[in-house]
Structures are given as C-alpha cells and as structure tokens.
Nanobody, 124 residues
Framework: QVQLVESGGGLVQAGGSLRLSCAAS????????MGWFRQAPGKEREFVVA????????EYADSVKGRFTISRDNVKKTSYLQMNSLKPEDTAVYFC?????????????????WGQGTQVTVSS
C-alpha cells in the first residue's frame, strides 16, 4: 500500500511559479512510477507529467513541456512538481498518483494509488 498527500497548491498570478509536493508512506514508494494529473472544472482529468521509479525517465504533456519539471527523492519518499511560467489555463485540482510500474505510465487507469488533490489557481 502507498498513501499519498499533496501540498503546495495555492493562488498565483500568471507567469508565477509553484512547487507541489507529494509525500508518500509505505514501503513500495521506491518501486512505483509517480505521476501528476489535473482536473479543471467541467473537464476530464488529464495527464500532466510522470517519472519512473529511478527518476531517470520522464514524460510530459505537450501543454506543460518546458514549464513544468517533475522530480523525486526516494529517501524522503516525496515527488515534486515544479511549475513555472504558469498560465490561467493551468488552473485545476492537481492529483499525485503512484503506479506499480517500471515504466512511465500516462494513463490514469494505470495508477493504483491517488492523493486527495491540491488546488492550483492562476489569475490573469
């Protein structure tokens, strides 16, 4: 089992930055790929970024490439999402997820564990 708790969301002006954290508990964290998804009001949940268990491989949605960076610290059992140059369209609830996978999953159905979500609001 893996339990996930996100933090770091908030309100920021367009062009600003935020760093989200996802703290995990459970022994399996270091064997899991970690992903971030987001869901805006009235829209389906969408993939944002993912990282494999070792941190060597990542995948990004086209909409966030060059602006967002995912990382992880397996000792601290924490995943991070650094978000720069934020835009109003980045406004959403951001979810952290863990997948029992050696790859870098992009589908939400591939993830076994989910956090409760943290709100990110970008004002124009």
């Amino acid at each position: 089992q893996v339990q996930l708790v996100e933090s770091g969301g908030g309100l920021v002006q367009a062009g600003g930055s935020l760093r989200l954290s996802c703290a995990a508990s459970g022994r399996r964290f270091k064997y899991c790929a970690m992903g971030w998804f987001r869901q805006a009001p009235g829209k389906e949940r969408e993939f944002v970024v993912a990282i494999n268990w070792s941190g060597e491989n990542t995948e990004y949605a086209d909409s966030v490439k060059g602006r967002f960076t995912i990382s992880r610290d397996n000792v601290k059992k924490t995943s991070y999402l650094q978000m720069n140059s934020l835009k109003p369209e980045d406004t959403a609830v951001y979810f952290c997820a863990a997948a029992s996978s050696l790859g870098v999953p992009k589908g939400d159905y591939e993830y076994n564990y989910w956090g409760q979500g943290t709100q990110v609001t970008v004002s124009s």
